[in-house]
């Protein structure tokens, strides 16, 4: 399988405190991608990492990727109780389709 | 541009029926793709399109799942005969040429039951 797995599964906190969840992949990648999702809905676009990029920032996400590991993490800073939702990265394969990891849960407490 | 649409957004049906999903991806978008999302299994990638030609089947299940695009407004994806584990909630997403900003934008789903 080319899906990547994303750590922790589940994640809860306290509204205002960061989380962090991380993603591990298999294969080479031109770019990463992560999503959220909200219960009972589509998944949303939040932020691409390309391959050359170490580091990225949008808003209140911090994307880093360590091509040498296989591996990014998705920091968000100053959870609000509306970021709850699961988490998912996504990498490319050879084409342009998408595989995507297993999830974090992320549970922001008021 | 009102987004990936699907149709319909649920549907409950008998084991042994032929169940058919629909979808019209963004105008202008020519990749489009269908995914499966089970608790037990995550998201899968069943099959994608680029052109409305089929690239990339090899995550379909079984020969009873079919995908067609006849046009680049409109797909279709067709389980017959359905099984109770075809359960699933069903994804169609659809993403620009720019291979640079592979970014996918997807539908709201078809929630499928099979009793």
């Known amino acids: 399988s080319q899906q990547g797995e994303e750590d922790p599964q589940a994640l809860s906190i306290q509204e205002g405190e960061n989380a962090t969840m991380n993603c591990s992949y298999k294969?080479?990648?031109?770019?990463l991608q992560w999503y959220r999702q909200n219960s009972g809905r589509g998944l949303v676009h939040l932020i691409l990492i390309r391959s050359n990029e170490r580091e990225k920032h949008s808003g209140r996400l911090r994307v880093t990727l360590d091509t040498s590991k296989k591996s990014s993490s998705l920091l968000i800073t100053a959870s609000r109780a509306a970021d709850t939702a699961s988490y998912f990265c996504a990498t490319g394969g050879t084409g342009n389709q998408f595989y995507f990891g297993t999830g974090t849960s992320l549970t922001v407490i008021p | 541009d009102a987004g990936v649409i699907q149709s319909p957004r649920h549907e409950v049906t008998e084991m042994g029926q032929e169940v058919t999903l629909r979808c019209k991806p963004i105008s202008g978008h020519d990749y489009l793709f269908w995914y499966r999302q089970t608790m037990m299994r995550g998201l899968e990638l069943l099959i994608y399109f680029n052109n409305n030609v089929p690239i990339d089947d090899s995550g379909m299940p079984e020969d009873r799942f079919s995908a067609k695009m006849p046009n680049a407004s409109f797909s279709t994806l067709k389980i017959q005969p359905s099984e109770p584990r075809d359960s699933a909630v069903y994804f169609c997403a659809s993403s620009p040429p720019d291979r640079e900003n592979t970014e996918a934008f997807f539908g709201q789903g078809t929630r499928l039951t099979v009793v």
């Open positions: 294969t080479s990648i031109n770019n």
